[in-house]
C-alpha cells in the first residue's frame, strides 16, 4: 500500500464512520478500485478504527470527562445512568461479534452486490427518518438504548451504515435529536477497541506481513483522524435538524452502482 493508497483509504474510513453511508463498504469499494490486499486491509482497518475512535474522544472530551466524573462518584446519577445505558446497547453487538461473526462473514461474505444492497437498505432507514411521522423528545430510557444496540448489531453487514443506523433507529424511536449523535458515537468506542483487540490477540493485526511502510501508517492514521473530527462534527449539526434525505440519495445512488459493477 502506498502513502497515496493509505491517504485515500484514511479519508474515506474518518469521513463514513461519521457519516450515515457505511465505512465498511466504502472501504471495500475503495479497496477494490485502489487494489488494496487483504493482508494490508486487515491491519490498516484496525489502524484507521483506531484513528476514529481517537476522533470520537476528542470532539467528546469535555462529556466523556464529565461522565466518568460523576461515574466514580458512584451515586445513581442521570451520568452513572448514562454509561450503564451505553453497555446495554452494547450487549446485542458483543452476542454478534463473539458467537455470530465468523458466520456472518461465511454467509454474506463482503462482495460488492452485498454492499450495494445493504447500502440501499440504509438509504432506506434514512428515508424513514425523514417520511414516517413520530413523536419526538422521548427521553432515551434502557429499552431504547439497546434498540439502538440491536441496530448497531445488524449493521455488522458490509455496506449497512453503523452510524446511519443507530441515528435512523434512535429518531425513530422519538429520542431527542440532541442525544442521538453523541449515543450513537460514544456507544461505539468500546465495540471498535474491542474488536480491535480480538484482531491483535488473533494475530490478523501485523506490520511485517501487511507490508505497510511507515509513510502509508502515518498517512493512513492522521487521515482518518483529521477527516473523523470534521465529520463527526458535521453530523451532529445535521442530526440536530434530521435531514438526512440527501444521505439516503446518496446511499441508494451508490449501492445501485455497486451492485452492477457487483454483477459485471
Keep these: 500500500m502506498t502513502w497515496f493508497q493509505a491517504l485515500i483509504l484514511g479519508i474515506i474510513q474518518g469521513l463514513t464512520e461519521f457519516l450515515p453511508v457505511s465505512s465498511s463498504g466504502h472501504l471495500i469499494m475503495g479497496r477494490e478500485i485502489l487494489g488494496v490486499g487483504v493482508a494490508e486491509n ?12 481517537l476522533s470520537t474522544l476528542t470532539v467528546f472530551w469535555k462529556e466523556i470527562v464529565n461522565l466518568f466524573a460523576k461515574f466514580f462518584k458512584f451515586q445513581w446519577n442521570e451520568e452513572t445512568q448514562y454509561i450503564c445505558k451505553i453497555l446495554v446497547s452494547m450487549i446485542p453487538v458483543l452476542i454478534v461479534g463473539v458467537f455470530l461473526k465468523d458466520t456472518v462473514e461465511s454467509l454474506f461474505g463482503e462482495g460488492l452486490v452485498l454492499v450495494g444492497c445493504m447500502l440501499l437498505v440504509t438509504a432506506l432507514l434514512l428515508a424513514l427518518t425523514r417520511f414516517v411521522r413520530f413523536r419526538e423528545n422521548k427521553p432515551l430510557t434502557f429499552g431504547r438504548a439497546f434498540i439502538i444496540g440491536c441496530a448497531q448489531a445488524v449493521a455488522v453487514l458490509p455496506g449497512l451504515s453503523r452510524s446511519g443506523s443507530t441515528i435512523a433507529t434512535g429518531l425513530l424511536c422519538g429520542v431527542r435529536k440532541e442525544e442521538v449523535a453523541q449515543f450513537s458515537f460514544l456507544m461505539v468506542i468500546i465495540p471498535i477497541l474491542g474488536e480491535a483487540f480480538l484482531d491483535l490477540v488473533g494475530g490478523d493485526f501485523s506490520f ?27 453530523m451532529i449539526a445535521v442530526v440536530k435538524k434530521a435531514n438526512l434525505a440527501w444521505f439516503s440519495l446518496y446511499c441508494a445512488i451508490v449501492g445501485i452502482i455497486a451492485i452492477i459493477f457487483g454483477l459485471c
Design 42 to 53: 486487515v491491519t490498516f482497518e484496525v489502524l484507521v478504527h483506531a484513528a476514529t475512535v
Design 208 to 234: 511485517a506481513q501487511s507490508g505497510l511502510s511507515a509513510g502509508a501508517i502515518l498517512c493512513g492514521f492522521l487521515a482518518a483522524y483529521i477527516s473523523g473530527v470534521l465529520a463527526c462534527r458535521f
